[in-house]
């Protein structure tokens, strides 16, 4: 279980590879849930205790939050091959909604980019592919 749990955590908070679309909305929903249940426990916290240790608990949900949820993007943008800076464009009202829409309903890019390997694709087969072009190009 403690393996599963560090590999989840591992998943969702690494800024390497590439994320396809699928994983991207599944661990988005499980990160609010596991954020739904935090936030709920330290309510309760502060109502039976009333300590400041819930407001200091908020404090680190909400950085956990933020800090997931630019990884899980960033790693989105890499599979469409796009510049992970991009992802700044989630702060500008308006164009947030339609970049949302693009991350969740955007296919990645085919085959190997410049962040990596398809994750949806076995390695080997890529690098047939890759051999393949390259002695398509030579031969001409």
Known sequence: MFNTLAKFLEEITTFKGRLP????VLYKIEVLGILLV????AVQFLHSYGEPLPLISASIIVLFAVYTNIALTVRRLKDLDWYPLCLLLLLIPGVNAIFALILYLKKGTKGKNSYGYDPLMPIASQNKGQKRKNNKTRTH
């Open 38 to 41: 935090l936030g709920v426990m």
């Open 21 to 24: 679309r699928l994983k991207y």
